[in-house]
């Protein structure tokens, strides 16, 4: 997804709740994450991957806990450096354990 504003970075969104949210699909880095929890308290994990890892064991990169109807925005100064994508996901169990909940909005940052 392109930004409208000249040298802004892509933004990615999710367009409405979701379990997971692509950033980007090849090595890179992201400079933001944000996620807005519904009614249900969980994970937001990022992942070093291009798709959503299946439900069970996991390894994420960064494991942020989410009360119910909260928000979390992260920046990484500088940008965090994904060796195969970037992936977010909010999740009612964890931090290494995941079971998906289409129960959040995501947005973040690729440099």
Request: charged share 5%; with cysteine; proline share 7%.
């Amino acid at each position: 997804m392109s930004s409208l504003l000249v040298g802004t970075p892509p933004v990615a969104a999710s367009a409405a709740s979701a379990s997971s949210l692509v950033l980007r699909t090849v090595p890179g880095s992201v400079d933001f994450v944000q996620c807005n929890a519904g009614s249900t308290a969980g994970y937001l994990m990022l992942h070093n991957a291009t798709a959503a890892p299946s439900n069970g064991a996991v390894t994420p990169v960064c494991v942020w806990q989410m009360a119910a109807n909260t928000t979390v925005s992260a920046g990484f100064d500088p940008p965090l450096y994904l060796s195969t994508g970037a992936t977010l996901t909010f999740s009612t169990t964890g931090p290494t354990t995941q079971t998906l909940s289409a129960t959040a909005w995501f947005g973040g940052r690729i440099v």
